[in-house]
């Protein structure tokens, strides 16, 4: 019996020696999972902000590229009844210069067979003179009239051009934007770790968002920077409606900077805590930038 407990001990050593190393693995196993769900969850976050920032950029440049292609079909279908009466002006200037000539002609012809006086012949000669340089006055200012309007006609048609270019390429930014949302939510919501405790971790670290119950455009006025975070402050307040746990878009043009969660707001100044900022890549969060807030967002 003695030497029973002996080899029992034994094999409880050489079993207690042989999980160590498998917990030690399951451990470091769980940190790798949790920093890929991380690290989905951030690139996530990120693409779904470029991709509302560019959305309503797009959204607000298709408009005004619509309305401005309205405007200049509406100026070229004016230029263009314009060029069309100049056109009938100068064809019918035309026909009163011919005309005139003819009479100048005939004038002329019939001239000896009138029995008036030298100066009463002076006087008519003078007279149809007159007309005709008038004519072909009239002639040449409505020519030069009608070549403007041709040039007005020719510059018009090239921004409508370069209008209706710029709203198709603005239509494939937006779909490679929304192809990349696509490859970001596939990365996201793929299984990173087979289920234990580490799946239970979510997002309990998160502050929790308020939604913003109106749109808003404010300018960043000034930015803090400190070794634990970035704190940006806004020309707008409580007097414009902001409230705290409000998450602004940060944006400098076209391009997503980073969000703006609000951590104090007076009358007209708030402050907030920035986020995503993506220094290297689409830039640093500085003074002058636009912080968007979205109804329902």
Known sequence: MHILSKVFVVLVALLSVALVPLVVTQSANQATYK???????????????????????????????Q????????????IQSEL??????????????????VAQAKFQAGLELLSSSDKEKVDLVKKLTDQLTDSR??????????????????ALTSKYENAVQARRDLEEEVQKLMEMKSQA???????????????????????????????????????????????????AGSSSGVRQGWTLMIGDGATFVGDLRI???????????????????????????RAVARKGE
């Open 67 to 78: 309305v401005r292609i309205k405007e200049l079909e509406g100026e070229r279908s004016a």
């Open 137 to 154: 006055t009239r002639e040449v200012q409505a020519r030069s009239e009608l070549v403007a309007a041709e040039g007005e006609l020719a």
């Open 84 to 101: 069309a009466d100049k056109v009938a002006r100068v064809r019918t200037l035309e026909t009163e210069v011919a005309n005139a000539q």
């Open 185 to 235: 939510d596939a990365r996201a919501t793929a299984p990173a770790a087979p289920a234990g405790p580490a799946a239970s971790l979510g997002a309990a670290g998160e502050t929790e968002r308020v939604a913003a119950d109106r749109n808003l455009v404010a300018r960043i006025i000034d930015v803090r920077r400190t070794d634990e975070a970035i704190y940006a402050e806004i020309d």
């Open 35 to 65: 920093s890929q769900a991380e690290s989905a969850r951030s690139e996530l976050a990120s693409v779904n902000a470029s991709l509302q920032t560019a959305q309503s950029a797009a959204a607000r440049l298709e408009t005004d590229l």
């Open 263 to 289: 951590i104090r707001v007076d009358v007209n100044r708030a402050v907030g805590l920035v986020e995503l900022e993506d220094a290297s890549g689409r830039g640093e969060v500085r003074t002058g930038q």
